[in-house]
């Protein structure tokens, strides 16, 4: 959530994205850590957000430095990211031997949803109709 204290001490907008990634991650983190949930899954995940959000961090940081000519594939990994999720959280739910954290997943299968609504729409306003 540090990302966007700083968007909102430099009086920068902060999109609805922004708000909605931060309450629902804070969410499934404490619903997992009241329930104890720990499902194989999260490890992709965990995995697939470092991957994403290291160069991401690095342009915000650096919005002209050397990531400036990558921000569009960054965006595009960042899709990739959330159709593999849903892909995973998908195939969970058919595993007969997959029956813990139904509540947990089935939150973030619409988490990952909303997401990928979310980068979709950014990524055509910003890349594709310009």
């Known amino acids: 959530m540090g990302?966007?204290?700083f968007l909102h001490l430099s009086d920068k907008p902060i999109s609805m994205l922004q708000y909605t990634h931060h309450i629902s991650t804070?969410?499934?983190a404490y619903i997992s850590t009241i329930?104890?949930?720990i499902v194989p899954l999260v490890s992709i995940f965990m995995g697939m957000n470092c991957l994403v959000h290291?160069?991401?961090y690095w342009y915000f940081a650096f919005?002209?430095?050397f990531l400036y000519p990558y921000r569009q594939f960054i965006t595009q990994i960042q899709i990739v990211q959330h159709v593999i999720a849903?892909?995973?959280i998908g195939y969970s739910f058919m595993v007969d031997n997959c029956t813990d954290g139904l509540f947990f997943r089935a939150f973030g299968l619409v988490m990952y949803i909303m997401y990928l609504a979310y980068f979709a729409q950014?990524?055509?306003s910003s890349y594709l109709k310009k």
Do not use: K
Request: aromatic share 14%.
């Open 35 to 37: 329930n104890a949930v």
């Open 54 to 56: 290291i160069p991401m």
């Open 122 to 124: 950014f990524y055509i």
């Open 86 to 88: 849903i892909v995973c």
């Open 63 to 65: 919005p002209q430095g």
């Open 26 to 28: 804070a969410f499934l």
């Open 3 to 5: 990302d966007t204290l």
